[in-house]
Each structure stands twice: as C-alpha cells, then as structure tokens.
C-alpha cells in the first residue's frame, strides 16, 4: 500500500503555471503576477530569503504581508511542530478547556503586559475583528461601528464594512449596517459620530497597513479619551503592527493608549499554522460570556487546535529570546536612515513614514523622468510599480506597491534580518530611484516590458 508522497505532487504541479493550472484558481491574480513581474516559482525559504527555480536569492521585504516576523523554516518553529505531531496529542475535543491554550493564553499576556485581561483564540486576523465587532455588540447593546477612512481591517463581510477602500467594498453590499467611516485624524469629526451613543465600538490601526499613515502626535490619546466620554469600546487592530513589528509588543502603547479589546494575528502565526487573538479586558468579556447557556455564543471549529498554540507558544520564545522587539526599532531607523541625504530626504522620496520595520516610502512621482508612449502621465501607482519591479528584477528585493493608486512603497521584512540586509533593501532602492530619475535602462525596459503583456483594460484599472 502506498504512502503520501508530497515530492510527486511537488514534481508534477511544482513547475511554471499553465493555463489549465491557474484556471483551477483565480485566474485574474495570475495576470497580476505576471503584471508585476512575481510569475515565478520560489522554491526555498529560509528566514528572510527565498529561493527560486533557477537558485537565485531574493530578499523578502513582503514577509508574507507582515506575518513572517520569525522568517522562514525557523528551527524552533520546525522543532515545535515536530513535537506535537510527534506527541499525537488529540485535539478539538471541542468540550475541554485545551492546556496549550492555557498556556499560550498565558504567555501572550505576560509579553504584551496585560495580565489581567482574557484572550479569545480565533484563527485569522480577519476573525478576531469579526469577533472584537460581536464582543462589543453584545457588551454595549449598541449596534454601530465607526472606523478612518483608509481603514483596512480584514476582507470578510464584518470586517470588510470597516474597510476604508471603496474599490474593495464594489460589488459586497449591502455590508453590515451601522458602520460609519470618519475622516482619518477628524477629532470634531469623531465626536459627532460617537456623541449619539449608538457606537459600540471605535477600530484603529495605530499605523495604517495601507500606505503607512501615522496618527499625529498624542491624537490616539485624544481618541481614546473621546471614546471613555460617550461609553464608545476602542479596539487596536494590532494584526499588523502587533508584537515587535513596530518595535514594540504592542504599537498602540508607544501613543501612550491602552485600548479595551486588542486584535492579534500575523506574526504569532510564524506565517506558518494561522492562528489569531484578542485581548480584551476582563468585564467585557464576562458581559458577553456571562451564563452557562451563553458560554458558547461564538466559537469557531479549529480555534484552539494545538498546531495553532505550539506555533504561537513558540513564535514568543523566538521574539524574546532573539530579542527581536528590540532589533527590529533598530533596523527599521538603520533602513529610514539609509535614505536620507545631509538636506533631507534623497531624490524621489517625498517621505518616509512608520516605526521599527512597518515602513512606507512615499515616492515622488515628479521627480521620475520617464514617459511611456501611449501611457499618457506618470501615475503614483505606476510609479510604484516601476520602483518594486526594478528592485525584484535587479536586486532580488521583493517590496509592494501599498493600494490603488498610491505611490507607497511598503517595506515589512522578517525582523530576522541582520543589518546587511538592512542596508540592502536602502541601497537597492536608492539605486532604484536614481535610475528612474534619469529616465532610461533597465528600470524602464523592464516596466515597458511588463506593460506589453497585460490588455489595455487591464492596464487603465490597475495603473492610473
């Protein structure tokens, strides 16, 4: 009798995608890939690099959309996994109270310092807004949400009526009812929505995901303020800035703010078992879940599963015992310091945003001297573009272009990387950006070359 064989699968599907393999999947994300120059196999991964088919290095300042903290194949992750497959320890018994979930219940509130408050296991950064927005409904009685404009708060259907992009709510509605959006940073804004109490809960991103953006100085604070006086629950989205990526366990503290509910995810997943949390204080959660009839009021089949809570137990053992908060504030300035000149910041940066290694470099679109034949204006999505697949194609950098059209470049690499590749990724772009300047080589090849393979109705969708 055979076994499972994961090279054969590997060996016959592993190759360069056909049509008839995107087809299984979605075949549009295909023509994305081959828009912006990712249509390639990667077949290794090893903390921060990642190899491809031909065995070239390329240095992953993506990092799986901020969730690989740890890097890729860590040992420690391996070996946890290892363990508990090896321990065939049974698990969603659904009626138990789960020991590595005590356990890592535990840990996660001892490292970000709020040991008083519960946790709720889910499975996604996307869940634990679905379930902070049900927590709160019920804690409250009231019915509404309010959220910035540029918000970004995960794509399923709760989380979704947060989010501040209007191209990504087209074609879901209606959302879920009762959601406001107020301009980012309006306090008197703010005030209004929330002064009719009919707000269970207020969402914020210390930094915004998309683009980068900063709250101003003590903002945050007056925010929460605002939300004790009319009764209104803050809740952190800290899916992307959360434990260490900012340079912090927890970025919402470096604004001086103890929000009531907490979201997790990404980086506790060690990009590896997904897994997510929230933390929240005690009294709302023992609102919700306040009787035996109501203990089970929301719940989900996998959470809690024990490859879920090894691979988190695990990820806070690396963060701390690397020391990782504390290098990524370090490299994060070493990379905005990189690119910075004696009268500020160098040509074709307009500003550098974000804390420890959550980085957004705006672009100047301007100060590019290229024009495309047929293509009409320098767009900043264009712009952008031409910056991440420069920095692929030339020096084995993977960066992203933030939204729809943003001139954002977005850098979120592992917080394992060393200060090497800290200098890499600030003098790979520099280098890109001076020959975007000049207006010709290899830059712009490449960018023609990547607008030759996409339909004209592609093109006007995605780049201007």
Known sequence: MGGFDLQSIIDAYGGKPTAQDVAHLNPRFHDLLRLTGLDRRFVEGHGPWLIDDSGRRHLDAIGGYACLAVG????????????????????????????????????????VDRTEDRVFFVNSGTESVEAAMKICRAATGRPGFAHWSNAFHGLTMGALSLNGSEWL???????????????????????????????????YEPIQGKGVVEHESGL????????RQTGTLLVADEVQTGLGRTGATLASRQEGVEPDLVCLSKVLSAGTVPV????????????????????????????????????????????EDEDLVRRSAELGRRITAGLKTDSGWATGIREVRGRGLMIGVELDPAAMAFDLPGFGARTPTLVAQAVALRMLET???????????????????????????????????????????RGRGAAIRGLIDMLSRAPDVVLRETFR
Do not use: W, Y
């Open 169 to 203: 709510r087209r074609g879901f509605r209606p959302l879920v009812p009762g959601c406001r959006e107020v301009p980012f940073g309006d306090l008197k804004a703010l005030r209004t929505t929330l002064e009719d109490r009919s707000i269970a809960a207020f969402f």
């Open 276 to 319: 997510g949390a929230v933390i929240g204080r005690t009294e709302i959660f023992d609102r919700v879940f306040d009787s035996v009839e109501r203990s089970v009021v929301h719940s989900s089949t996998f959470r809690e599963n024990p490859l879920a809570m090894v691979t988190g137990l695990a990820t806070l053992q690396v963060l």
């Open 220 to 227: 945050l604070q007056e925010v929460a303020e605002i939300c």
């Open 395 to 437: 020096h084995a950098i993977l960066v992203q272009s933030t939204a729809k059209s943003s001139s954002v470049i977005k850098i979120v690499p592992p917080l394992v990387i060393g200060e090497s590749e800290a200098d890499l990724i600030a003098d790979a772009l520099l280098e890109t950006l001076a020959e975007l300047g």
């Open 72 to 111: 890729r194949n860590h040992p420690v992750i391996r070996q946890a996994l290892e363990q508990v497959l090896a321990a065939g320890l049974p698990g969603l018994i659904q009626f138990e109270v789960p020991p590595l979930a005590v356990a890592l219940a535990d840990r996660l509130k001892r490292f």
